[in-house]
């Protein structure tokens, strides 16, 4: 079975410039996850897509955006970037998400690292 | 709200002794604790989980943790350490209804020496 796929895996973005991000979950899983990796922050939520749906949210400004596609692929957007979101964006799927049939763990790509000139 | 506090950022063994990684938590409600794994330049890969079940939980590679709750503590323990360990681990909480929702402790890199 196919893991966890992040395109593209690194990508280089000047001050002011939009990027998009994609990941495909592992097949069959409907839930889909984003995380920000830096080195001063760590490692924190950005946001979860269950059925097309988002239904978390972590506290990144409105300039972080995302969707989920009816086939589970999900795509993250940041506009207008700032030298401070270099960094390395993690996508994580889950059968669920959440419920009884999730044994809570996640699924990791092995990121997509972005460096803001 | 819910956290955790990773109590070591580096530690480093000699191949072949004990690892001990330690995490605290603070939780309003019943946690699910969890440690993850990086290698360099790699996605993270689940060593093990308490939802409230055993309080002493075995993972893979041969880790394992305790969740003692009068402490609030879920330390990470490997009785002899491999050259392969050498990685940076996190220890995360999350809700048991929102299970995409992960909060990260700091982490704690380990460097293990022959």
């Known amino acids: 079975k196919a893991g966890v796929t992040q395109t593209p895996r690194y990508l280089i973005k000047t001050r002011g410039q939009q990027v998009t991000l994609s990941c495909s979950p592992i097949?069959?899983?409907?839930?889909v996850s984003w995380y920000q990796q830096t080195p001063g922050q760590g490692l924190q939520f950005l946001f979860e897509?269950?059925?097309?749906?988002?239904?978390n949210k972590g506290n990144f400004p409105g300039r972080f955006s995302g969707r989920q596609f009816s086939n589970s692929r999900s795509e993250m957007n940041v506009s207008t970037l700032e030298l401070g979101d270099s960094a390395l964006y993690l996508c994580?799927?889950?059968?669920?998400?959440?419920?009884?049939?999730?044994?809570?763990?996640?699924?990791f790509g092995e990121g997509s690292r972005l460096t803001v000139l | 709200a819910q956290s955790v506090t990773q109590l070591d950022s580096h530690v480093s063994v000699s191949e072949g002794t004990p690892v001990l990684l330690r995490c605290n938590y603070s939780?309003?409600?019943?946690?699910?604790l969890f440690w993850y794994v990086q290698h360099p330049n790699k996605g993270l890969q689940l060593l093990l989980k308490?939802?409230?079940?055993?309080?002493l939980v075995k993972g893979i590679n041969g880790f394992e943790a305790e969740f003692k709750k009068s402490e609030t503590s879920f330390h990470l323990t490997k009785p002899s350490a491999h050259m392969s360990d050498a990685a940076e681990y996190f220890c995360v909480v999350t809700k048991g209804d929102s299970w995409g929702k992960l909060q990260f402790g700091a982490g704690t890199q380990v460097v293990v020496t022959p």
């Open positions: 897509y269950f059925s097309e749906t988002q239904r």
């Open positions: 308490y939802t409230s079940a055993a309080t």
């Open positions: 097949s069959g899983h409907r839930s």
């Open positions: 939780s309003s409600y019943s946690p699910s």
């Open positions: 994580a799927s889950s059968p669920t998400g959440s419920g009884l049939w999730n044994t809570g763990e996640l699924f």
